[in-house]
Nanobody
Framework: QVQLVESGGGLVQAGGSLRLSCAASGRTFSSYGMAWFRQAPGKEREFVAVISRSGGNTYYAHSVKGRFTSSRDNAKDTVYLQMNSLKPEDTAVYYC?????????????????WGQGTQVTVSS
């Protein structure tokens, strides 16, 4: 079992920045690929970013590429999402997710564990 707890969400003006954190507990954090997803009201959950177990590889959704950066600190069992140049359309509940194994994916159903989510609201 892995427990994931997100933090760092909040209200920010367009153009601002936020840094989300996802703290993991339970099994060996470095055994899991980690991803960020988001879900806006009335919309399906969508992929945002994924980072490999070592942190050496990342991949981003086109809508956030160049603005968001994911990183991880395996010594602290934490993954981060730095969000810059935020736009109103980035408003959503952001979730981190963990996937065992070597491969990473953008498909939500392939993730084993999920956090409870943290609200990000970007005002125009």
């Amino acid at each position: 079992q892995v427990q994931l707890v997100e933090s760092g969400g909040g209200l920010v003006q367009a153009g601002g920045s936020l840094r989300l954190s996802c703290a993991a507990s339970g099994r060996t954090f470095s055994s899991y690929g980690m991803a960020w997803f988001r879900q806006a009201p009335g919309k399906e959950r969508e992929f945002v970013a994924v980072i490999s177990r070592s942190g050496g590889n990342t991949y981003y959704a086109h809508s956030v590429k160049g603005r968001f950066t994911s990183s991880r600190d395996n010594a602290k069992d934490t993954v981060y999402l730095q969000m810059n140049s935020l736009k109103p359309e980035d408003t959503a509940v952001y979730y981190c997710a963990a996937k065992s194994g070597y491969s990473v994916t953008t498909t939500p159903n392939e993730y084993d564990y999920w956090g409870q989510g943290t609200q990000v609201t970007v005002s125009s």
